[in-house]
């Protein structure tokens, strides 16, 4: 079944979905990291594309600080219909906040919101379409992304302040082997996606009706850090 099929049996053709990519300027352990080349682009061009190819998103908006990053977006026909204020582009800058201002600085409505950060670009347009058709299959409001990983959750813990176990209620002698361990998951950052009026009530993706859509650990990399972009590169150049 076609993509566009899909939408219509799922009624997702009476929303309007909007797209939003948070980009400021800042970044303090990889500085400027959304303007960096990756593989050849800028890093946040990579979320531009991928959005740009979606068959469910009606428009793809910046909410950015930076001239640069605004022209960029200009460049790949990404709508920028404001300028980020300074407050709300700093390293203590809360997401919603930017998400609020964003909404009530648009002239379109719109029923459904998806939130791509620029910091995860191994996330392909068919982690996006996927999620936002698992959004109305599963009849979820909210819906976060979220990667499998190999340890258990069992095994983290809080060293002392002198880095001993101390306390920590790791039991290492009960022989089990780590796949004995009930699977574990942890959210990745690149998609955030909310019905915008129980956003708006809520002020979270997050609650517990919000609804998980597991990708890939290929294409769940968070550009955090320069081990982070090093990692990524290498998975997109070598194509694993």
Not at 32 to 57: R, V, Y
Not at 78 to 95: D, E, G, H, T, Y
Not at 156 to 175: A, D, R
Not at 189 to 208: C, D, V, W
């Amino acid at each position: 079944m076609n993509l566009k099929k899909q939408r219509e049996n799922l009624l997702l053709d009476k929303y309007k979905v909007l797209a939003l990519i948070p980009a400021r300027s800042g970044s303090k352990r990889l500085p400027k990291k959304n303007l960096l080349k990756f593989c050849g682009k800028p890093l946040i061009a990579h979320s531009f594309i991928e959005a740009k190819k979606s068959k469910i998103i009606d428009d793809v908006i910046i909410s950015s600080d930076d001239k640069k990053i605004l022209e960029l977006a200009k460049y790949y026909d990404i709508k920028v219909p404001f300028i980020r204020p300074k407050s709300l582009a700093n390293n203590k800058s809360n997401m919603f906040s930017v998400i609020e201002h964003t909404l009530k600085n648009i002239k379109d409505n719109y029923d459904i919101l998806i939130l791509l950060q620029p910091t995860s670009p191994l996330r392909k347009v068919e982690d996006i379409d996927n999620a936002l058709l698992s959004l109305k299959k599963n009849n979820a409001k909210m819906l976060v992304s979220a990667n499998k990983i190999g340890q258990p959750q069992e095994w983290i813990f809080k060293p002392t302040n002198k880095m001993f176990l101390g306390s920590s209620s790791i039991n290492f002698t009960s022989g089990k082997r780590s796949q004995d361990y009930t699977e574990s998951y942890i959210i990745n950052g690149a998609i955030f996606i909310a019905h915008i009026n129980e956003l708006l009530k809520s002020k979270t993706f997050f609650n517990p009706k919000t609804f998980v859509f597991i990708m890939e650990l290929k294409s769940s990399i968070d550009i955090d850090n320069k081990e982070d972009f090093l990692l990524a590169e290498y998975f997109m150049k070598n194509n694993i």
